[in-house]
């Protein structure tokens, strides 16, 4: 099946699905994501044609209009459905928040398994889809089975790295699939990251990734405890941070992420920007949520990943305003919370 007359008429200039790439999904990464990849890729081949679709329309026109205005020759379109994208682009990456929208996207019937299901032979043995959604491996499983059974290409490659990360093109990408579509989307990733590693069969990836957020959103609390003590003893921020991360507690969470405005001067944490602009406390609070559900499952213990779970938990739900700033901002948290344990012990 060829694109519909729809689908080329949402096309100034259409190209045959080879020379074509679409992006699905434009948040804070996605948007990062999506600029290293096309700015490269144009570079490299200024008659590539770029495709993109968002559920928030207004989100895709703004994404358009900003790389044209850095990129004026730039070929980039905009598709409405999941469906369109496979129908213009012989690779799709998807960017999305979680579990529900990948099954959405993949599944429904606009979606990206029932558009492949209208290929058939070489069209299909060349497409490639690349899904960098950290969502519920059996799910990614699932949704990867039936994109193989209509004869395309799937890997789960989550990212590490963080907006900064997807700014600056230095994230790591954890793939999970086979060895020949792995092999296919090593130059495509590496516009967009600096360590790609393949972990395993399908769903891999995303065992590595929730297993990383794990230790991350663990870390993240205890620097904002650490930062916290340390400045109720005198210390100076920056000072205890040098400490931190020169010694046996040196960490991501400390070194780059540090919740404490001015502990790092030499750097812009999300604590510099009012927590903005970083990983939102919401999506760590699901990266947990996975970690929890999945431990559970497979009998695996984990206390601290509870806890940890529970704090993000509970910051959402006492200070709304922060699910969508940084996950850092759990600091602010901790810090109020030490605020009225104090103002109570006075009053007692």
Same mark, same amino acid.
């Given at each position: 099946?060829?694109?519909?007359?729809?689908?080329?008429?949402?096309?100034?200039?259409?190209?045959?699905?080879?020379?074509?790439?679409?992006?699905?999904?434009?948040?804070?990464?996605?948007?990062?994501?999506?600029?290293?990849?096309?700015?490269?890729?144009?570079?490299?081949?200024?008659?590539?044609?770029?495709?993109?679709?968002?559920?928030?329309?207004?989100?895709?026109?703004?994404?358009?209009?900003?790389?044209?205005?850095?990129?004026?020759?730039?070929?980039?379109?905009?598709?409405?459905?999941?469906?369109?994208?496979?129908?213009?682009?012989?690779?799709?990456?998807?960017?999305?928040?979680?579990?529900?929208?990948?099954?959405?996207?993949?599944?429904?019937?606009?979606?990206?398994?029932?558009?492949?299901?209208?290929?058939?032979?070489?069209?299909?043995?060349?497409?490639?889809?690349?899904?960098?959604?950290?969502?519920?491996?059996?799910?990614?499983?699932?949704?990867?089975?039936?994109?193989?059974?209509?004869?395309?290409? !799937?890997? &789960?490659?989550?990212? +590490?790295?963080?907006?900064? *990360?997807?700014? $600056?093109?230095?994230?790591?990408?954890? #793939?999970?699939?086979?060895?020949?579509?792995?092999?296919?989307?090593?130059?495509?990733?590496?516009?967009?990251?600096?360590?790609?590693?393949?972990?395993?069969?399908?769903?891999?990836?995303?065992?590595?990734?929730?297993?990383?957020?794990?230790?991350?959103?663990?870390?993240?609390?205890?620097?904002?405890?650490?930062?916290?003590?340390?400045?109720?003893?005198?210390?100076?921020?920056?000072?205890?941070?040098?400490?931190?991360?020169?010694?046996?507690?040196?960490?991501?969470?400390?070194?780059?992420?540090?919740?404490?405005?001015?502990?790092?001067?030499?750097?812009?944490?999300?604590?510099?920007?009012?927590?903005?602009?970083?990983?939102?406390?919401?999506?760590?609070?699901?990266?947990?949520?996975?970690?929890?559900? !999945?431990? &559970?499952?497979?009998? +695996?213990?984990?206390?601290? *990943?509870?806890? $940890?779970?529970?704090?993000?938990?509970? #910051?959402?739900?006492?200070?709304?305003?922060?699910?969508?700033?940084?996950?850092?901002?759990?600091?602010?948290?901790?810090?109020?919370?030490?605020?009225?344990?104090?103002?109570?012990?006075?009053?007692?």
């Amino acid at each position: 099946m060829k694109p519909t007359l729809r689908v080329f008429r949402a096309l100034e200039r259409p190209l045959s699905r080879s020379k074509s790439i679409a992006f699905i999904g434009l948040g804070r990464m996605g948007a990062e994501m999506a600029y290293n990849l096309f700015s490269k890729k144009s570079t490299e081949i200024p008659d590539y044609q770029f495709v993109i679709c968002d559920a928030l329309p207004e989100s895709a026109t703004s994404f358009r209009q900003n790389f044209l205005s850095h990129f004026p020759h730039a070929r980039i379109e905009i598709v409405h459905t999941p469906e369109e994208a496979v129908h213009t682009s012989q690779t799709v990456v998807t960017m999305l928040p979680s579990s529900p929208q990948v099954k959405s996207v993949y599944t429904e019937s606009n979606g990206i398994i029932p558009a492949l299901r209208s290929y058939e032979g070489q069209a299909l043995a060349q497409t490639l889809i690349i899904d960098s959604t950290t969502l519920d491996v059996e799910v990614a499983r699932e949704v990867a089975g039936d994109v193989v059974k209509t004869g395309a290409h !799937i890997l &789960d490659a989550p990212v +590490s790295g963080g907006v900064s *990360g997807a700014k $600056a093109g230095t994230l790591s990408f954890l #793939v999970g699939g086979s060895e020949s579509a792995f092999n296919l989307s090593q130059p495509l990733l590496s516009y967009m990251g600096k360590r790609i590693i393949h972990c395993g069969p399908s769903g891999a990836g995303l065992g590595a990734k929730i297993c990383n957020n794990l230790v991350l959103g663990v870390q993240q609390i205890v620097v904002g405890e650490a930062m916290l003590l340390g400045q109720k003893l005198g210390l100076d921020p920056a000072v205890l941070a040098g400490v931190i991360n020169s010694s046996t507690g040196s960490c991501w969470a400390s070194s780059v992420n540090n919740p404490v405005p001015s502990s790092l001067p030499e750097k812009s944490p999300p604590c510099e920007r009012d927590y903005e602009g970083g990983f939102a406390t919401a999506l760590m609070l699901k990266d947990m949520l996975l970690a929890t559900d !999945i431990g &559970d499952s497979k009998g +695996s213990p984990l206390p601290l *990943g509870k806890a $940890a779970r529970d704090i993000y938990a509970g #910051v959402i739900q006492r200070e709304p305003v922060l699910a969508k700033k940084d996950f850092s901002s759990v600091y602010l948290h901790l810090q109020r919370l030490g605020q009225s344990t104090g103002a109570q012990e006075r009053e007692s």
